[in-house]
């Protein structure tokens, strides 16, 4: 993430300084937790659904917004990543598979889906070629142009290998552009994939950690689907899965001391960060609960204003958003 530095004025500066917006701190009460019961450990994605619903809540967020032509252009990007989904699907197109290790790989506690998923035929070159095919760009900067023609000039190998290390979380600078359509191709195949995993057989990874596809979260969500109203699961930057994670506990380093909940009056109440004192990181927090509407991907990018407040407050982002990369 970028670094940004606060300046505090001193002297008559402070004094005619304007107005900065002010971070709204709560605190977090474990006896409102209103959870009942057990919940399901993953829920896991539905493609026919998932970008299909992001590209409308990202067509809502975009006019009027100070970064609406950037969420115009994710919208796009969702829009055929939705249409990509549903030719597959139409096709009779086979999910890929886990690699053949799946049983050891569960066995010691590792994600099924891995680097070897992409490499599946019908898998993620595939769904990088469809999707470039179906991307509308309209007004979007010329940048983003030069990064699909920079993806189509690049031979299968290149492009598998950006593949692989955007899945594994490295993201090349000189090829940022190139990466966010990337990742949004990992996202139709990865969600394919998990979509048809076993969801018994999943296990708990680590803090932090999608346990279909070891990708990060992109946010936390507190939930309203049954039999899961009011858990709070973390949402996979990847393959859309979502994992239910303890309410009041770091996401990163799984601390639950120093938790506390900020948010901003210039963005919705439903979104909040929640920081941990003893790592100094921070995630973003949707309560989709009381707005259903609220998407990890789109919302995250929307409320950035919370990212400018919280770093300067000495936190730094431990989730991940592979479509805003900053």
Partial sequence: ??????????????????????????????????????????????????????????????????????????ARIATAQAAVQASRAARGVPPAEPHPDVAMRLEHGMPPISRHTLEAPDAFPTCLDALLDALDLGPAPQAAHDAVAALRAASADERLDLGVQVFEGAFPVARMAECVFVAAALQVCLSEAAAGLDRTALKAVADGVCPCCGGAPVASLIVAWTPADKARYLACSLCGSQWNHVRIRCTACGSGEAISYQSLDEVSKDIQVETCGTCHSYIKHLHQHRDPVLDPVADDVASYGLDFKIVEEGFRKSGLNPLFVI
């Fill in 1 to 74: 993430m970028a670094r940004f530095f606060k300046r505090n004025p001193a002297g008559d500066e402070a004094a005619q300084a304007p107005k900065r917006p002010k971070l709204h701190e709560l605190q977090p009460d474990p006896d409102r937790i209103g959870i009942a019961g057990s919940v399901p450990f993953v829920q896991l994605p539905v493609p026919a659904d998932l970008f299909a619903n992001r590209a409308l809540r990202l067509q809502r967020l975009a006019p009027d917004h100070p970064m609406g032509g950037y969420l115009d252009l994710l």
